[in-house]
C-alpha cells in the first residue's frame, strides 16, 4: 500500500468517501453517508466552496480516508470572519495505522490529513478552524490547536416520564451504595410527585400570559430574525460566537427535521429558539435544543419562553449549555428555574467553578492579518451546537 496525503481533486469518485463512511458505521447526520449529503455540507452550502483532502492509495487507485471543511461564519462585533468546521473525519481501517510523512517526521495519516487540509483553507483566506471531536487530545495539540475551556451543563425540559427516565439513569448508573440509592429514590419520587402535579408549570403558564409572551413556529429565516440577531450583536459586544446571517440559518435548518420558533414579547420579536427532532423512533418526542438566542433585557423572561415552545409543540428537550460567558451563565441560571438541571451529578452540581475538558479546538491561520487574534485575547465564546458541523437530514 503507497499512501499519499493530496486535496481533494475534482475527478475523485466521492462514492467510495460515501462508503468509506458506511463502511466504518459513521451513519449520524453529521457524516456524508449518500451524495445528497456530501452536497448539502460541500457543494450547496451558502458560499458553494469548501475544502477537502483524501488519503489516496497509489496501488489501487482507491481514496482510504478524507477529512472536510465546511464554512462557518463567525461574529465578533463589529468584526466578522470565516471559520472552517471540520466535519466526515473518516480513515479506513486499512490505512489507518500505517506512517506517512508529516513535517520532517513520519506519524499516522489522521495528523496528516487535518494538516493537509487546514493548510488548504488558509492558503484561500480561512481565518482560523473548529473541530468539535472525540480524536485524542494530544493530536490536536500536535496539530497546533488550542482547546477552548469551559463548563457544560445540561437542563431537561421534559414531560414527567422522561424527567423519570433521566433521573433513573443518573440514580442508578453511579457508584451510590444501596443505602444512598434508596434515598435518592425517595427524592425521585418527590420530585416526580411536584412534577406530575404541574404547580411550576401551571404558575409559568399563568405567568406567561400576564407578561405578553408569545411564540409562532416559522418555517425559515426572514426580516423579523434580521432585527433580533443585529439587536443581539450590538448588545453583545463582549463575545465571539456564530455569525447568524439568514442565508446560513435557512442552509442549515431548512428541513422539517427542525423546529424553527419565533419569541415575542407584546407583539414585538425579542428572540428565536431552534430545536432539532430525535432521529430515534423509541424517543421521537425527545428534542435537543440547538439554537437560542434572546435579547438581554428579556433574559428573566426564558421560564416562561420554554415552558411555551414545550408545550405548544407537545416535545420534551434537552438544552446543552457551554458555560464560556455572562450571557450563557444568565440563560443557564434562567433555564434552571423551568427545568431540570443536570451536572456531574443529577442532583448536585460538585466542582461547579471546574472547567471541565470538552472536546472544542480552533486554529488560528498563521497568515491572517485579521483582528482576529486581539478578539480571541479580549472576548469570551458564546457557543451553542449552531457551532458544531451542519448536520444533513434527508430533505422532505
Avoid at 405567568?207 to 408569545?214: C, F, H, L, P, V
Wanted: proline share 3%.
Amino acid at each position: 500500500m503507497d499512501l499519499s496525503i493530496r486535496d481533494l481533486a475534482p475527478e475523485d469518485n466521492i462514492s467510495e468517501i460515501v462508503t468509506l463512511c458506511k463502511e466504518n458505521n459513521l451513519l449520524s447526520a453529521n457524516y456524508a453517508t449518500s451524495e445528497s449529503a456530501w452536497n448539502f455540507q460541500y457543494r450547496n452550502n451558502p458560499i458553494k466552496k469548501s475544502w477537502n483532502a483524501v488519503i489516496h492509495d497509489e496501488d489501487s487507485n482507491l481514496i482510504m480516508g478524507h477529512v472536510g471543511l465546511i464554512p462557518l461564519p463567525v461574529f465578533s462585533f463589529p468584526n466578522r470572519y470565516l471559520a472552517g468546521s471540520i466535519s466526515n473525519g473518516v480513515v479506513s481501517p486499512l490505512a489507518r495505522n500505517r506512517l506517512v510523512p508529516f513535517n520532517k517526521y513520519k506519524t499516522f495519516p489522521i495528523i496528516s490529513l487535518i494538516n493537509r487540509c487546514c493548510e488548504n483553507a488558509f492558503r484561500s483566506n480561512v481565518d482560523f478552524i473548529f473541530a468539535f471531536s472525540s480524536i485524542h487530545q494530544m493530536i490536536w495539540k500536535a496539530l497546533k490547536f488550542t482547546n477552548i475551556e469551559f463548563s457544560v451543563r445540561m437542563t431537561l425540559h421534559s414531560t414527567t416520564t422522561e424527567l423519570f427516565k433521566a433521573y433513573k439513569q443518573n440514580i442508578w448508573a453511579g457508584p451510590s451504595g444501596i443505602i444512598v440509592k434508596v434515598f435518592k429514590s425517595i427524592f425521585l419520587c418527590s420530585t416526580l410527585m411536584l412534577h406530575k402535579l404541574g404547580s411550576v408549570r401551571c404558575f409559568i403558564k399563568y405567568a406567561a400570559n400576564k407578561r405578553g409572551i408569545s411564540i409562532s413556529n416559522a418555517d425559515g429565516f426572514d426580516g423579523e430574525f434580521c432585527e433580533v440577531i443585529s439587536t443581539f450583536n450590538k448588545d453583545n459586544t463582549d463575545i465571539i460566537t456564530y455569525d447568524r446571517q439568514i442565508v446560513f440559518l435557512n442552509w442549515r435548518f431548512s428541513n422539517r427535521q427542525f423546529i424553527k420558533v419565533k419569541i415575542y414579547k407584546n407583539d414585538t420579536i425579542i428572540g428565536y429558539a431552534v430545536l432539532e427532532k430525535n432521529d430515534a423512533e423509541e424517543n421521537r418526542e425527545m428534542c435537543t435544543m440547538v439554537d437560542f438566542v434572546v435579547l438581554n433585557e428579556y433574559i428573566m423572561e426564558i421560564p416562561h419562553i420554554l415552558y411555551l415552545i414545550r408545550s405548544k409543540n407537545r416535545i420534551s428537550f434537552k438544552f446543552q449549555h457551554y458555560l464560556s460567558c455572562d450571557y450563557s451563565q444568565e440563560i443557564y441560571n434562567e433555564c434552571k428555574k423551568s427545568g431540570h438541571a443536570f451536572g456531574y451529578s443529577a442532583f448536585r452540581e460538585r466542582n461547579s467553578n471546574v472547567k471541565r475538558h470538552v472536546p472544542f479546538y480552533f486554529r488560528v491561520n498563521p497568515y491572517s492579518q485579521s483582528n482576529l487574534g486581539k478578539d480571541l485575547k479580549e472576548k469570551k465564546w458564546f457557543i451553542t451546537p449552531i457551532c458544531f458541523a451542519a448536520r444533513f437530514h434527508r430533505r422532505d
